[in-house]
Nanobody, 121 residues
Framework: QVQLVESGGGLVQAGGSLRLSCAVSGRTFSRYAMGWFRQAPGKEREFVAVINRNGDGTYYTDSVKGRFTISRDNAKNTVYLQINNLKPEDTAVYYC??????????????WGQGTQVTVSS
């Protein structure tokens, strides 16, 4: 059983930064490409970023390029999302996803419970 636990969300002012973490249980973490998604109020969940199994390949949705950085530490079974220059439109629940298809961005089967990010203007 793979379990994902996100942390690091909070309330910040526009222009601020946050670092989200996603700790993954089990011994198969290094076999999974990992992704971050987000869901804003009244909107569908959307893809944010993905990182391949080795950590040497990443991809971002256009709206976050240059501001968000996804990374991973396979020794700690953890994937991170560094968010800089936050904007009010980044307000959403952020979800970690394991075993995402790195090439197609298709969601994997494993999700965390989400962590709330709220950006005030």
């Amino acid at each position: 059983q793979v379990q994902l636990v996100e942390s690091g969300g909070g309330l910040v002012q526009a222009g601020g930064s946050l670092r989200l973490s996603c700790a993954v249980s089990g011994r198969t973490f290094s076999r999974y490409a990992m992704g971050w998604f987000r869901q804003a109020p009244g909107k569908e969940r959307e893809f944010v970023a993905v990182i391949n199994r080795n950590g040497d390949g990443t991809y971002y949705t256009d709206s976050v390029k240059g501001r968000f950085t996804i990374s991973r530490d396979n020794a700690k079974n953890t994937v991170y999302l560094q968010i800089n220059n936050l904007k009010p439109e980044d307000t959403a629940v952020y979800y970690c996803n394991a075993d995402i298809d790195y090439e197609l961005g298709v969601e994997g089967d494993y999700w965390g419970q989400g962590t709330q990010v709220t950006v005030s203007s």
